[in-house]
Structures are given as C-alpha cells and as structure tokens.
Nanobody
C-alpha cells in the first residue's frame, strides 16, 4: 500500500489544520493507521493511531483533547484533525500502515510496515 500525507501548512498558534493520509495500491480497510511526527533535531514520535474499523483509537498525551484521528474506508483516507495548535506541534507529520491481523493499540513506530512522505506543519507564535 502507498500512502501520501497532505494538508500541512503554516498556521498561527491556536489555529486548526486537518491532515489527510490517502492510500492506494492495497486494501486500505485491512490496515491499522498511525500518525507520527518529527520535529527538527528530534526523533520521530507517535501522535495518534486508529484500528482498521475505527473501533480503537489512541493518542499521545501531548495531543490528547486537541487532535482527533478518523478514517473513511470508502475514500481510502485517514484524517488527523488538529485543533488548538501549539508551536511545539511544529514538525513533519507522517502516516503509516500495518496489517490489521497483527495490529494492536500501542504497536509502536518500528512495527509499522508502510510509510508515506510527510507533510510539514509549522505553527508560529
């Protein structure tokens, strides 16, 4: 499966953005999807993830209550709605996929099999 993240941009603190992760080349609904981010000079970190049927979602503590992950399997797309953005949310955001048969909440960055190119989110103060 090929993934492509989009929707990033330059916003001010307090603004909102919605990122999209579009999938092609595979049976999208059979994958758990995660969002990760990497800020300059830092390691890639977990942001949010969602199971193949939206039955399970999980968030990093730093984004809980501000970000919402969702998916539309009919459109082969996962979304990350980001509200109340902070300057520390500035990063390149990536989406990743892992087959549902071995996906579980908290599976971990290194277990995701497929990665898309990231989209840059810059939050100014």
């Amino acid at each position: 499966v090929q993934l492509q993240a989009s929707g990033g941009g330059l916003v001010q603190a307090g603004d909102s953005l919605r990122l999209s992760c579009a999938a092609s080349g595979g049976t999208f609904k059979t994958y758990g999807i995660g969002w990760f981010r990497q800020a300059p000079g830092k390691e890639r970190e977990f942001v949010a993830e969602i199971s193949w049927n939206s039955g399970s979602t999980r968030y990093a503590d730093s984004v809980k209550g501000r970000f919402t992950i969702s998916r539309d399997n009919a459109k082969n797309t996962v979304y990350l709605q980001m509200n109340s953005l902070k300057t520390e949310d500035t990063a390149v955001y990536y989406c990743a996929a892992h087959p549902r048969g071995t996906w579980y909440p908290g599976i971990g960055l290194n277990q995701y099999d497929y990665w898309g190119r990231g989209t840059l989110v810059t939050v100014s103060s």
